[in-house]
């Protein structure tokens, strides 16, 4: 059905990675195996560190805060605790510079794609794939977002739509409708196969004539 009013919600923060997913551990792949496949995959990938999954990455106890400061990572110290903003510094062409230092819950985090490898209900060209998939729809966002005259590819790609959708004046109806349906359907994809617990509407919901999308946890 045709979408109309887009009716603005602001994004709930997007915590990530989730703790208690360890190293991944399957009886259909071999450990090396399944490491290999997860480098190459994630050396292709960076959605967790990129800002798409994320908005920020809490620091855990055994995180050394004074060292990843060291490092040149910007912390932001709150009442809830101390995290890094995403997109991520250390992220650079995919790539972690960080990687030996990098934080606990970036050591932990696997996405769905990953367990789903290791399990054997996917083969690593399918994971590719579905990686190249998510990175054709951000760069559409990205065109509609430039488009609109808007965007700070410092900030995460889900609180950029914000923004705009926000903001009456730079973009038209039509731009607006397109970049809300845009990344309602991101999120809902990323929720279907990346995610680990499943985030509401990202950035602005769409008045339409279907079933409300539920909404509202943090990854």
């Known amino acids: 059905m045709r979408r109309s009013a887009v009716r603005i919600r602001l994004s709930p923060p997007l915590e990530g990675p989730p703790l208690g997913y ?12 399944t490491a290999s496949a997860a480098s190459r995959l994630c050396t292709a990938c ?9 908005h920020t990455v809490r620091l855990q106890p055994k995180d050394s ?5 060291a490092l040149g990572m910007k912390l932001k110290h709150k009442s809830k605790g ?3 903003h995403q997109p991520c510094p250390a992220l650079r062409e995919l790539q972690c510079t960080i990687y030996q230092h990098r934080p606990e819950r970036c050591r932990l985090f696997e996405c ?6 290791a399990a054997g209900e996917t083969t690593e060209e399918a994971v590719l ?3 190249h998939d998510v990175q054709r729809r951000v760069a559409h966002l990205e065109t509609l977002m430039r488009q609109a005259g808007k965007t700070d590819p410092k900030r995460p790609l889900s609180k950029r739509c914000d923004k705009i959708l926000a903001d009456p004046l730079p973009a038209t109806q039509g731009l607006r409708v397109a970049l809300a349906d845009a990344m309602w359907e ?11 617990a499943p985030v509401g509407w990202p950035g602005a919901s769409i008045q339409e004539e279907q079933p409300a999308h539920d909404g ?4």
């Open 22 to 33: 360890g190293a991944i551990q399957s009886d259909s792949l071999s450990a090396n195996a």
């Open 46 to 54: 960076g959605l967790c560190c990129n800002g798409v999954l994320f």
């Open 186 to 196: 991101l999120n809902d994809l990323l929720n279907r196969d990346f995610r680990l």
């Open 82 to 84: 101390t995290s890094i």
């Open 65 to 69: 805060a004074k060292e990843l400061t």
């Open 129 to 131: 794939e579905a990686i």
């Open 216 to 219: 509202g946890s943090e990854a």
């Open 112 to 117: 769905q794609q990953l367990t789903r490898l």
